[in-house]
């Protein structure tokens, strides 16, 4: 006999209706706090970028700018071939793309709350007993013997009543907006380990051909001593001194060899290739220092990588209050089961095998030894330690850009002091060569100062690579490239 269910649905729609929109009612409130951005006084400019640094200029930098390609302010086309090769096989940048793509793969996974389950089964079984206690004919053996034939299916929907889904869902997609800022944050630091090793590479190039140039000097030197020494004008002293000025040199320019190959294996590991399979010769020196304009310290901290990351995750952090908070509360779940069960596989699918169950359910921990207080004590301490990194972080980078906008001033004049003695030096060896030439003075006293010359060289070629690598620097400090800004006038080429 078919049972008639129309009464049963006709009494019970009404109810499900009231009960439903009475869900939704409650669905629109989420308990924890909303999220706000935590409190730091950063001022108002920068305490080292004012005045003191001619040609600098405020920009309106945002975190949602495009950084572009700020390598090519250094105007080095074999640098722009390294980056771009960097950016495609770094195993870093990817190692924190996967990782981009499994917080993605957990904000799928937390929206997943907010849709019903759907199951369904098929199973048989065969079950017997020994018929002991019974009068019935046995089929096998003397034992009860039947079968069961089920084909089921089920709904399970858990309403997001107090928010619980909804603040894990906040709370991983803040999680994942911080590993997308971390992957900025890792592709802008390997970038800046790349131009930073090439260009140390080149000023060591530059190092290398003063070096040899000087060698060839003080050869022709030692070739005109030992050409006086020959007819008695210059003593054995002179001939030794000039060959010892020349093997020194020579052996500072052999020196540079392997500082040169360790610069040259990081730029390979950072492309993601063997360094035995990658090899840069040497180019000429035509670097020059980008003007770059410098935010305000407020916008540093919506510009930065690592501070956007730190930012995120105290959001994600403070949503995690709310998901603990939750726990308080009774959780409210609508199932639905039904199908069909028969002993006779033929009769499977008929009205008499049918069952079904309809109804929601009320679950609420009474007692739990205070492991909820303790989820909640935990989730609001997790949200006071990622709003102090957050504030650290900040800290961090404002430091970070005072420090590198005061190390460019103070190398920029000590380069202008160090071109006067390099002046002096190169003046001082032409006088005390020609005195040397007119038989006034020894060969040593020309060493003495053509070494003094030559250390007043690489002293300025150091310096300017100490400006170039200080100039990498601020950039990442500041957050990465300045695309859509106002194009700052190229500067002049430095006297080095």
Excluded at 214 to 234: D, F, I, P, W
Excluded at 256 to 268: N, S, V
């Amino acid at each position: 006999m078919i049972r008639n269910t129309k009464p049963f649905f006709h009494a019970f729609l009404p109810r499900a209706g009231i009960t439903l929109a009475l869900c939704a009612a409650l669905a629109a409130c989420a308990v924890g706090p909303d999220y706000q951005r935590p409190a730091l006084d950063v001022g108002a400019a920068y305490k080292e970028g004012q005045d003191e640094v001619p040609g600098w200029k405020r920009a309106e930098p945002r975190d949602d700018a495009d950084r572009g390609q700020w390598w090519r302010v250094y105007d080095d086309a074999t640098l722009n071939g390294l980056v771009e090769r960097l950016n495609a096989s770094n195993q870093t940048i990817a190692q924190a793309e996967a990782n981009y793509r499994q917080a993605l793969g957990l904000v799928r996974g937390a929206r997943a709350g907010f849709f019903p389950t759907v199951g369904a089964g098929a199973g048989v079984t065969r079950s017997g007993n020994g018929g002991g206690g019974s009068s019935s004919a046995s089929s096998s053996g003397g034992g009860n013997v039947s079968n069961q034939y089920s084909l089921t299916g089920s709904v399970s929907w858990e309403l997001d009543v107090w928010g619980r889904v909804r603040r894990s869902v906040e709370s991983s997609e803040a999680s994942a907006a911080a590993s997308l800022a971390d992957l900025a944050a890792t592709r802008l630091s390997a970038q800046a380990a790349l131009v930073q090793a090439y260009l140390q590479l080149r000023v060591l190039d530059e190092q290398k051909r003063l070096l040899d140039a000087t060698v060839a000097a003080y050869e022709k030197s030692l070739q005109l001593t030992q050409n006086r020494y020959n007819v008695g004008v210059a003593g054995q002293s002179d001939v030794a001194v000039a060959r010892t000025q020349v093997e020194s040199t020579r052996a500072q320019s052999i020196d540079l060899d392997w500082q040169r190959g360790q610069y040259e294996h990081a730029i390979a590991v950072l492309m993601g290739q063997a360094p035995s399979h990658f090899s840069l010769p040497p180019a000429p020196f035509s670097l020059q220092l980008p003007q770059i304009p410098v935010g305000l310290p407020s916008e540093l901290l919506e510009r930065r990588p690592d501070v956007a990351a730190a930012e995120r995750r105290a959001a994600a952090a403070n949503a995690q209050i709310g998901v603990a908070q939750a726990a308080w509360f009774p959780s409210l779940t609508l199932s639905a089961d039904g199908g069909f069960r028969n002993g006779q596989f033929a009769e499977l699918l008929t009205a008499p095998a049918r069952f079904w169950s309809l109804g929601p359910a009320l679950a609420l921990t009474i007692f739990d030894g205070g492991a909820r207080q303790a989820q909640v004590e935990q989730a609001r301490a997790s949200y006071d330690a990622q709003a102090a990194a957050y504030r650290q972080a900040a800290l961090t980078g404002l430091r970070e850009v005072e420090d590198y906008l005061i190390q460019l001033r103070v190398l920029e004049n000590e380069q202008t002091v160090q071109r006067r003695a390099l002046e002096s030096a190169r003046e001082s060896l032409r006088l005390i060569q020609n005195q040397y030439k007119a038989g006034l003075v020894d060969y040593l006293s020309v060493a003495v100062v053509d070494a003094t010359a030559l250390n007043s060289e690489r002293n300025a070629l150091g310096l300017y690579g100490n400006r170039l690598v200080a100039s990498v620097n601020l950039i990442v400090a500041l957050g990465g490239g300045w695309d859509g800004l106002a194009a700052p006038a190229a500067p002049p080429a430095p006297a080095r």
